[in-house]
């Protein structure tokens, strides 16, 4: 062996080194034996010394012992939870400490856990038995459990738990409302009443002049430009600023500002991530048909317009973003002007006239002219006629006092 002669330390310090050497190796197996005493061993003892206080040596006996593990097929999932909460199933355990409480509410009679596991809901690594890994504390959204402290990070306003409801909406998208997913219901409202459907496919229905939403929850994190987003680059953080000020992130943008509350844009962000693809079995997506159709109301009042005066707006798709309301055309979407007065109004607006404007189109009508409602030169030339018709039709209203723009008398308080 090579002799060392530039060695740092005086020979007579060696042994001392070798010996501090030695208490490190034994301090690191001693801190990780000690560790595995809080792992699941631990608290499946303890767990069983709170049944035997509780229900008697009787009941203690029947507590499993070892690596327990819900293996569920049909959702490829093969989750260990219960491993240390042992407790989620029994009763009388509603106020111990975890992992030692009785499942909060009832909805493991519903997804019982043979069935559903525990991952598909709360997220984290089912087959992990350390709590950390378990509990999936990594930086991405989709590994961490979904749960309060992952709540606060994200600045949730209300409900911090409910970051978990976007797992809920994988199953159950296709419902209108599902009880106990509040936020992800906010969101379906919004949808409706917003009229996303004007510019985006939703589940194979709307229009095309944004992006197809229907798996946008599938968009990798690393696709999203944040170089206009300051603070947290997540999915989520996109997609609450994006809701709050699409023009903030994406500067040319036809999406509207709809100026929603932090909260509503919180639960729109919640409801886009969750419009993933799960790897499920159709037998745990609820919902029968599996789409999501116009509902009987909504298909009425389409065809109530199709055969009224304003026809020809509801035929050629303008009443998709356009009320006219001289014309008892109700859009559902409402994301442009009513059309009764735009004779006018393209004057006051736009400095042109309503023919200059619909043959040199700007902003979102451009897009919609050259992509969503493409008009020959001719259906240009009936539009405008169609226009004047319903502007003469306002002034009629407006000369007999019964002007349609005006606005609704606020129903009496119940
Ligand atoms: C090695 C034991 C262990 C395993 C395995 C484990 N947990 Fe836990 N869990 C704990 C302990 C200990 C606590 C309480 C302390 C804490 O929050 O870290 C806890 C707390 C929780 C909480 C409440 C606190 C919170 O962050 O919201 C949830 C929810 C939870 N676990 C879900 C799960 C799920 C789901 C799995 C399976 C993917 C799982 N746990 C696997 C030990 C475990
Ligand atoms: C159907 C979805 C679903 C399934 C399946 C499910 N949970 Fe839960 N779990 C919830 C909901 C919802 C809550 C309540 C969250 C809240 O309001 O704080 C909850 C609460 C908890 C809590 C307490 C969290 C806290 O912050 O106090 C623990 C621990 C927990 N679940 C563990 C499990 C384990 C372990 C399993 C598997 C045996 C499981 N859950 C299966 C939906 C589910
Ligand atoms: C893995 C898919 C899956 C996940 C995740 C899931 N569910 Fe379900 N849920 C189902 C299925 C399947 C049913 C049962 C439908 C049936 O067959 O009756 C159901 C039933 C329900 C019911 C009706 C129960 C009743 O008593 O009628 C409610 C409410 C519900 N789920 C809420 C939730 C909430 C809240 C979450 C999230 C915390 C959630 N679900 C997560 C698949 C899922
Ligand atoms: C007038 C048309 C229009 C309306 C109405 C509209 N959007 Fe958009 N949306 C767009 C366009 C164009 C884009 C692409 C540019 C951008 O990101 O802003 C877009 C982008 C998006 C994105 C980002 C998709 C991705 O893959 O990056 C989401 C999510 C979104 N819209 C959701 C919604 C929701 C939810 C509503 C209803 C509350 C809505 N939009 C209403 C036009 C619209
Ligand atoms: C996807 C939504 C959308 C559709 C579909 C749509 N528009 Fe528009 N339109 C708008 C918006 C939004 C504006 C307001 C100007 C802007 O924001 O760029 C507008 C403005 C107008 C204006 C100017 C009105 C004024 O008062 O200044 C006219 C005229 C017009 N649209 C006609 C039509 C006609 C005719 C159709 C059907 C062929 C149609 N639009 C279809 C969204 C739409």
């Known amino acids: 062996m090579e002799k060392r002669t530039n060695s740092p330390f005086p020979r007579i310090d060696r042994p001392v080194l070798a010996a501090i050497g030695i208490v490190l190796v034994g301090a690191t197996v001693f801190f990780a034996w000690s560790d595995r005493q809080h792992d699941y061993k631990y608290y499946q003892y303890a767990f069983r010394g709170m049944v035997a206080e509780k229900l008697g040596a009787e009941r203690a006996a029947t507590v499993p012992s070892g690596l327990q593990q819900v293996w569920v097929p049909g959702l490829r999932r093969a989750d260990r939870c219960v491993t240390c909460h042992q407790a989620v199933s029994w009763k009388g355990f509603e106020t111990a400490e975890e992992p030692h409480r009785t499942h909060p509410g009832d909805l493991l009679k519903s997804h019982p856990p043979e069935r ?3 991952s598909a809901c709360h997220g984290g690594q089912g087959w992990a038995i350390d709590t950390a890994a378990a509990h999936g504390e990594v930086a991405h959204w989709e590994e961490p459990l979904l749960g309060k402290p992952l709540g606060e990070a994200y600045s949730l306003t209300d409900n911090k738990a409910a970051l978990m409801q976007m797992n809920c909406n994988i199953c159950h998208r296709y419902e209108r409302a599902t009880k106990g997913a509040e936020m992800i219901n906010l969101a379906k409202d919004l949808v409706q009443e917003k009229g996303c459907r004007a510019c985006h496919v939703i589940n194979g229905r709307g229009g095309t002049i944004g992006p197809d939403l229907t798996w946008v929850g599938d968009k990798a994190p690393e696709q999203y430009d944040y170089s206009r987003l300051s603070g947290q680059t997540t999915a989520f953080a996109w997609h609450v600023a994006h809701f709050k000020d699409p023009r903030a992130l994406v500067q040319d943008t036809v999406m509207p500002n709809f100026h929603l509350s932090t909260k509503q844009a919180q639960a729109l962000a919640m409801l886009m991530l969750s419009w993933r693809k799960a790897p499920f079995d159709a037998a745990f997506l609820p919902g029968v048909p599996r789409t999501d159709p116009q509902t009987a109301d909504e298909r009425k009042a389409e ?24 014309l008892k055309v109700r859009s559902p979407a409402q994301i442009g002007p009513d059309l009764s007065t735009a004779v006018e109004d393209t004057q006051k607006r736009f400095g042109v006239t309503v023919d200059q404007f619909l043959k040199n189109p700007t902003g979102t009508m451009s897009v919609v002219l050259s992509r969503q409602i493409v008009l020959t030169p001719e259906q240009k030339e009936t539009a405008i006629q169609k226009l004047r018709e319903a502007f003469a039709e306002y002034q009629r209203l407006v000369a007999e006092g019964k002007n349609p723009l005006a606005p609704p008398v606020e129903a009496a308080p119940k």
Do not use: L, N, R
Not at 303 to 326: L, N, R, Y
């Open 116 to 118: 559903f596991g525990c």
């Open 303 to 326: 065809e109530d317009m199709k055969t009224g005066p304003g026809a020809w707006f509801v035929q050629t798709g303008c009443f998709v973003c356009h009320s006219i309301a001289a």
